[in-house]
């Protein structure tokens, strides 16, 4: 009698106990047979994306790296997360400051107080790391984009005060500038922080690393994003179905091994399952970067009745679109509240997304369409929004594509309604499940 495999695994094929076996190995093989190495510590290869606004949380990061992962907060929109945490009032002292231009579409003058950017920031990240337990990592996602009207200035002060506040590692994301390594190289972090790019293109790379190598500052770690991810994307809104992950994953993998780099890749955006993640990883990838399932999860930012809307997404729900003020598509429920939205630029106290002089699309669309309004008329906006209220109020609801798979990772309850996972479980299901099952959390009651 030839050995039983267990149940559910695999049908056998024929009588070649060989091939039967190596089937079994492959495909109840799973995450935590893998370990990510980054800057000479091991990791449990799973990383939590950043998910700006406050999606991914202080306590999601530190759910990850509590397992022994790795979690990401973010620091976008950072003055109004930290009013929202510590009761701060980084956004209203602003608003009060600028209040004359309030109604003046030039916002040139509309400008961060440094000292501050940094005091919040520290703040934020001295918050999430001394609850550090585990023996994983904090990074931070920094998106490069979030211009605030002065763009170098301002990155350079996130990226330092994060370093001062104890960041395990910086992810650089949104629009990567060529200058921000040259910017922070004086700290006294630079060599020891993990520092890592988020690209979707050999071609991306190749530009950043030029500049990595001048530095002798080479990343400790390369997450390569596909077209199914969620948030800002690195492809057109009509081509974004042209491209996949897997290939642009074996291409940098090539670039690397023609260049004789040795640095991580991690792949990010579709990885559902934990067996997706095996795939990758038994292809040459150090880690996986994952963030849709982790939405729907108890620690996540999003309010609990949006976390409702995301599982029932269908797929026709979800579309890539060119809302976005940085000039990036991205994805997105049809049903976000921000795709209506008519109100008036708060740049006064938000200015995120002000560009350097103070320009911002969504401005330019507004008082245009003011103008352009008959009297008894609505506002109507034709293709903008206004990026940094929405995030702020949780009114856009960026996901991945593989949002309409949600219902699948979790149970119905009796009212009708969906039960939100532990990150915990959403965690180790990617780590320990296999044969692409998703294990349930246990069922609540209400
Ligand atoms: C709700 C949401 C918000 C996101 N926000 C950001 C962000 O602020 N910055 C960023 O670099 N990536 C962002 N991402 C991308 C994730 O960090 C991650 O790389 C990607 O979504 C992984 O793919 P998956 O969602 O299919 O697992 C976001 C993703 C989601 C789902």
Same mark, same amino acid.
């Given at each position: 009698?030839?050995?039983?495999?267990?149940?559910?695994?695999?049908?056998?094929?024929?009588?070649?106990?060989?091939?039967?076996?190596? @089937?079994?190995?492959?495909?109840?093989?799973?995450?935590?047979?893998?370990?990510?190495?980054?800057?000479? #510590?091991?990791?449990?290869?799973?990383?939590?994306?950043?998910?700006?606004?406050?999606?991914? %949380?202080?306590?999601?990061?530190?759910?990850?790296?509590?397992?022994?992962?790795?979690?990401?907060?973010?620091?976008?929109?950072? $003055?109004?997360?930290?009013?929202?945490?510590? #009761?701060?009032?980084?956004?209203?002292?602003?608003?009060?400051?600028?209040?004359?231009?309030?109604?003046?579409?030039? #916002?040139?003058?509309?400008?961060?107080?440094?000292?501050?950017?940094?005091?919040?920031?520290?703040?934020?990240?001295?918050?999430?790391?001394?609850?550090? /337990? $585990?023996?994983?990592?904090?990074?931070?996602?920094?998106?490069?984009?979030?211009?605030?009207?002065?763009?170098?200035?301002?990155?350079?002060?996130?990226?330092?005060? =994060?370093?001062?506040?104890?960041?395990? &590692?910086?992810?650089?994301?949104?629009?990567?500038?060529?200058? /921000?390594?040259?910017?922070?190289?004086?700290?006294?972090?630079?060599?020891?922080?993990?520092?890592?790019?988020?690209?979707?293109?050999?071609?991306? +790379?190749?530009?950043?690393?030029?500049?990595?190598?001048?530095?002798?500052? +080479?990343? !400790?770690?390369?997450?390569?994003?596909?077209?199914?991810? $969620?948030?800002?994307?690195?492809?057109?809104?009509?081509?974004?179905?042209?491209?996949?992950?897997? %290939?642009?994953?074996?291409?940098?993998?090539?670039?690397?091994?023609?260049?004789?780099?040795?640095?991580?890749?991690?792949?990010?955006?579709? @990885?559902?399952?934990?067996?997706?993640?095996?795939?990758?990883?038994?292809?040459?990838?150090?880690?996986?970067?994952?963030?849709?399932?982790?939405?729907?999860?108890?620690?996540?930012?999003?309010?609990?009745?949006?976390?409702?809307?995301?599982?029932?997404?269908?797929?026709? !729900?979800?579309?890539?679109?060119?809302?976005?003020?940085?000039?990036?598509?991205?994805?997105?429920?049809?049903?976000?509240?921000?795709?209506?939205?008519?109100?008036?630029?708060?740049?006064?106290?938000?200015?995120?997304?002000?560009?350097? &002089?103070?320009?911002?699309?969504? @401005?330019?669309?507004?008082?245009?369409?003011?103008? =352009?309004?008959?009297? $008894?008329?609505?506002?109507? @906006?034709?293709?903008?929004?206004?990026?940094?209220?929405?995030?702020?109020?949780?009114?856009?609801?960026?996901?991945?594509?593989?949002?309409?798979?949600?219902?699948?990772?979790?149970?119905?309850?009796?009212?009708?309604?969906?039960?939100?996972?532990?990150?915990?479980?959403?965690?180790?299901?990617?780590?320990?499940?296999?044969?692409?099952?998703?294990? +349930?959390?246990?069922?609540? %009651?209400?």
């Amino acid at each position: 009698m030839p050995p039983q495999l267990c149940s559910g695994y695999l049908p056998l094929i024929g009588n070649d106990w060989s091939v039967n076996a190596l @089937i079994l190995i492959k495909t109840t093989m799973n995450v935590d047979n893998f370990r990510l190495q980054i800057g000479g #510590k091991e990791y449990v290869p799973i990383i939590i994306g950043g998910m700006g606004v406050n999606i991914s %949380t202080t306590e999601l990061a530190l759910a990850a790296e509590k397992l022994g992962g790795i979690g990401h907060i973010s620091d976008a929109l950072i $003055g109004y997360v930290c009013d929202r945490i510590f #009761k701060t009032s980084f956004v209203s002292r602003k608003r009060k400051k600028y209040a004359a231009y309030s109604t003046n579409p030039d #916002k040139s003058a509309v400008l961060f107080d440094l000292e501050e950017l940094a005091e919040a920031q520290k703040k934020y990240i001295e918050h999430t790391v001394s609850q550090k /337990t $585990g023996n994983g990592a904090i990074f931070l996602n920094c998106m490069e984009k979030l211009t605030m009207n002065s763009g170098i200035e301002t990155l350079k002060v996130r990226l330092c005060a =994060a370093m001062d506040g104890g960041i395990d &590692g910086l992810t650089l994301a949104a629009g990567l500038n060529l200058r /921000t390594l040259d910017l922070i190289q004086a700290h006294p972090r630079f060599r020891d922080v993990k520092i890592g790019i988020i690209i979707s293109s050999v071609r991306a +790379l190749s530009i950043f690393l030029k500049r990595a190598i001048r530095l002798d500052r +080479l990343p !400790d770690y390369i997450v390569v994003e596909g077209p199914l991810a $969620g948030g800002h994307l690195g492809f057109g809104p009509g081509d974004w179905q042209t491209f996949d992950l897997k %290939t642009i994953f074996n291409e940098v993998l090539a670039f690397l091994k023609k260049e004789e780099l040795n640095i991580p890749v991690i792949p990010a955006g579709g @990885i559902f399952t934990g067996t997706d993640a095996v795939e990758y990883l038994q292809l040459g990838a150090a880690g996986v970067q994952v963030a849709t399932r982790f939405t729907i999860s108890k620690e996540a930012g999003l309010p609990s009745e949006v976390k409702q809307h995301y599982i029932n997404a269908s797929q026709e !729900d979800i579309v890539v679109n060119m809302a976005s003020t940085t000039g990036y598509p991205m994805r997105m429920l049809t049903s976000s509240p921000t795709l209506r939205y008519t109100i008036k630029p708060n740049c006064e106290g938000l200015g995120y997304l002000l560009e350097n &002089g103070g320009k911002c699309t969504y @401005i330019d669309e507004y008082y245009q369409a003011l103008a =352009a309004r008959k009297p $008894g008329e609505p506002l109507f @906006i034709k293709e903008k929004t206004c990026l940094c209220t929405g995030m702020a109020n949780y009114d856009c609801w960026t996901c991945g594509q593989t949002t309409y798979r949600l219902k699948e990772t979790t149970n119905r309850l009796e009212n009708g309604k969906w039960q939100l996972p532990a990150a915990k479980d959403i965690f180790l299901d990617y780590q320990f499940s296999s044969d692409h099952s998703i294990r +349930l959390p246990e069922p609540e %009651t209400i």
